[in-house]
T-cell receptor, first 114, second 112 residues
Framework: KQEVTQIPAALSVPEGENLVLNCSFT??????LQWFRQDPGKGLTSLLL?????REQTSGRLNASLDKSSGRSTLYIAASQPGDSATYLC?????????????FGEGTQLTVNP | KAGVTQTPRYLIKTRGQQVTLSCSPI?????VSWYQQTPGQGLQFLFE???????NKGNFPGRFSGRQFSNSRSEMNVSTLELGDSALYLC???????????FGPGTRLTVL
């Protein structure tokens, strides 16, 4: 059974700092991995999708990497801003599962202080 | 394109009642997935529908059911509500299984 873990559970940083969020998964037979952000009481916003054949994806100040063999992904946020404050979730789609089913981590709650 | 929409946004029910939630996917998306989010259990997969057929099912009791219509809109139903069903119910859609999943704003269900 796939398990996804995110460390740390919470992170508080001053504005302008570069930071890394970590995601690990137990079963490396994944199809892809997706990073989301969630604002309090809201739905999920997709940030980046990395297919299993890819090593990284970039969007603006965000860069996500994937090391499938070690079961790890990182989300790098450059020059953090107060507007980046949210919960960040990673989710994997397993190869053994047909369809779109995602297994989520518990998330990292990020606070960027002005 | 319009995003994923969910109705209603908020619901308050009492134990024993039943509830139906609705999800309209992004135009052209044939897959709709449902998730339950609670503080204790995080995000858990309920089920997925693709072209009106259930393609995947999570580990939830039979009180949770769903369906998909020919226009890809989906509904989920929870019968005999329990206090523990209080949660944010999220719906997501995508074109194909390997694509990005796009989530709606969720329906906040409170069971009293």
């Amino acid at each position: 059974k796939q398990e996804v873990t995110q460390i740390p559970a919470a992170l508080s940083v001053p504005e302008g700092e570069n930071l890394v969020l970590n995601c690990s998964f137990t079963d490396s037979a994944i199809y892809n991995l997706q990073w989301f952000r969630q604002d309090p009481g809201k739905g999920l916003t997709s940030l980046l999708l990395i297919q299993s054949s890819q090593r990284e994806q970039t969007s603006g100040r965000l860069n996500a990497s994937l090391d499938k063999s070690s079961g790890r992904s990182t989300l790098y946020i450059a020059a953090s801003q107060p507007g980046d404050s949210a919960t960040y979730l990673c989710a994997v789609r397993n190869r053994e599962t047909s369809g779109s089913r995602l297994t989520f981590g518990e998330g990292t709650q990020l606070t960027v202080n002005p | 394109k319009a995003g994923v929409t969910q109705t209603p946004r908020y619901l308050i029910k009492t134990r024993g009642q039943q509830v139906t939630l609705s999800c309209s996917p992004i135009s052209g998306h044939r897959s709709v997935s449902w998730y339950q989010q609670t503080p204790g259990q995080g995000l858990q997969f309920l089920f997925e529908y693709f072209s009106e057929t259930q393609r995947n099912k999570g580990n939830f009791p039979g009180r949770f059911s769903g369906r998909q219509f020919s226009n890809s809109r989906s509904e989920m139903n929870v019968s005999t509500l329990e206090l523990g069903d209080s949660a944010l119910y999220l719906c997501a859609s995508n074109e194909e299984a390997w694509d990005t999943q796009y989530f709606g704003p969720g329906t906040r269900l409170t069971v009293l």
